[in-house]
C-alpha cells in the first residue's frame, strides 16, 4: 500500500437524469499539497448498477411491467485530459435497460506523474421519464366475471403524489403453460 499524492473529486451536474439524457459531471485532480493535477489523462466509466429502490411509502404499487428486468453494465467509457487547473468536463448520454428506475455509477481515475491512480465515484438513480406510473397490486387471481378494479398512482422523482395527470391502461390476460398442455 502506497499513501495517495492525489484527491479526485467528481462533481454531478444538478438536476435529475433520465433516459436519453446527458449525465454530466466535472472531475478534478490536486495533489495534496494543493496544486492541480494539470494536463494528466483521466479514465471514466458510466455503469448501470440494476434496479433503484422506489420509496417505501408506494411499496403496495408496482412501477415496472411483469417482464422489466434492469441488468447492470457499462454504459460509456471515455479518457479526458485535466486541464492546467486540473479539471475536465465529462459528458455521456444514459441508457435504462428497462423501464424502471436504475442506479449509476459514474467512475474516474488520474494517474499522478508517479503512477499511482486514485479514483473518486458517484452513484445517482436514472429515471425511466419525468413521471413514474404504479399500480397496486391485487390478488393473483381473479374469478371470471369478477370486477377488475384498478388503482394507480403518478409520481415524481422525489416519490411525491402528482395530480391531474391522465393516466391509460391496458389489461392484458397472461398465461402460463408447461410444453405438454399445448
Known amino acids: 500500500f502506497r499513501q495517495p499524492n492525489v484527491r479526485v473529486d467528481l462533481r454531478l451536474a444538478e438536476g435529475d437524469i433520465g433516459e436519453g439524457d446527458t449525465m454530466r459531471a466535472t472531475a478534478e485532480g490536486r495533489y495534496l499539497f494543493g496544486a492541480p493535477v ?43 485530459t485535466l486541464n492546467a487547473e486540473g479539471t475536465a468536463q465529462l459528458s455521456a448520454r444514459m441508457a435504462l435497460s428497462s423501464t424502471q428506475r436504475e442506479r449509476a455509477t459514474l467512475e474516474v481515475t488520474v494517474r499522478d506523474s508517479s503512477g499511482q491512480e486514485t479514483s473518486a465515484w458517484r452513484t ?59
Open 38 to 80: 494539470g494536463n494528466t489523462a483521466a479514465r471514466w466509466t458510466l455503469t448501470r448498477d440494476g434496479s433503484a429502490s422506489m420509496p417505501t411509502r408506494w411499496e403496495q404499487f408496482t412501477f415496472t411491467g411483469v417482464d422489466a428486468v434492469s441488468r447492470a453494465g457499462t454504459v460509456d467509457t471515455g479518457e479526458v
Open 124 to 182: 445517482f438513480t436514472a429515471y425511466p421519464g419525468d413521471y413514474e406510473v404504479g399500480v397496486r397490486s391485487g390478488s393473483n387471481w381473479v374469478e371470471g366475471g369478477a370486477p377488475l378494479d384498478l388503482d394507480a398512482i403518478v409520481i415524481d422523482h422525489a416519490g411525491n403524489p402528482v395530480a391531474g395527470r391522465t393516466v391509460q391502461a391496458r389489461i392484458l390476460r397472461e398465461g402460463w403453460h408447461t410444453y405438454w398442455e399445448w
